[in-house]
């Protein structure tokens, strides 16, 4: 269980990084939405590991982020967004960002709490939710 104080620190990292991908995708230029997300999940996973005095460097951090881009926001974030921009071209972008802020919010809680059991010997892997 989080403490009052690390809640406090995970929320404003976490949404504020939440935020800037969001932002990021709301602009369509190819392939800038998922640098942006790529280097921002990197900067929240290394931010997240300070709250709970993890040693983490870049490298795992972009490794992580990069997964998470991968496997997770990219491919169905890209196919809905598509699909939408064919209706309305407006859509695409407004569904993407929403999307990008959802998805970071749920996987830096998850990150924050798989840290927390990191850090207090609970040991685990960090388990990244699966999008249906």
Same mark, same amino acid.
């Given at each position: 269980?989080?403490?009052?104080d690390?809640?406090?620190?995970?929320?404003?990292?976490?949404? #504020?990084?939440?935020?800037?991908?969001?932002? #990021?995708? /709301?602009?369509?230029?190819?392939?800038?939405?998922? %640098?942006?997300?790529?280097?921002?999940?990197?900067? +929240?996973?290394?931010?997240?590991?300070?709250?709970?005095?993890?040693?983490?460097?870049?490298?795992? /951090?972009? +490794?992580?982020?990069?997964?998470?881009? &991968?496997?997770?926001?990219?491919?169905?974030? @890209?196919?809905? /967004?598509? %699909?939408?921009?064919?209706?309305? #071209?407006?859509?695409?972008?407004?569904?993407?960002?929403?999307?990008?802020i959802?998805?970071?919010?749920?996987?830096?809680?998850?990150?924050?709490?798989?840290?927390? &059991?990191?850090?207090?010997?609970?040991?685990?892997?960090?388990?990244?939710? @699966?999008?249906?």
């Amino acid at each position: 269980m989080l403490t009052k104080d690390e809640k406090v620190k995970c929320h404003a990292i976490i949404h #504020s990084f939440a935020i800037a991908c969001g932002t #990021s995708n /709301a602009v369509r230029v190819p392939k800038l939405g998922t %640098a942006i997300d790529t280097l921002t999940i990197t900067f +929240m996973c290394l931010s997240l590991a300070r709250v709970f005095g993890i040693e983490m460097d870049q490298t795992t /951090a972009a +490794m992580t982020a990069a997964s998470i881009i &991968k496997q997770k926001i990219a491919g169905p974030t @890209k196919a809905a /967004a598509n %699909a939408l921009s064919k209706m309305k #071209s407006w859509l695409g972008p407004l569904f993407s960002s929403s999307v990008s802020i959802a998805y970071v919010e749920i996987v830096g809680w998850a990150i924050a709490y798989e840290m927390k &059991k990191q850090a207090s010997g609970a040991g685990g892997m960090i388990a990244l939710p @699966k999008l249906a």
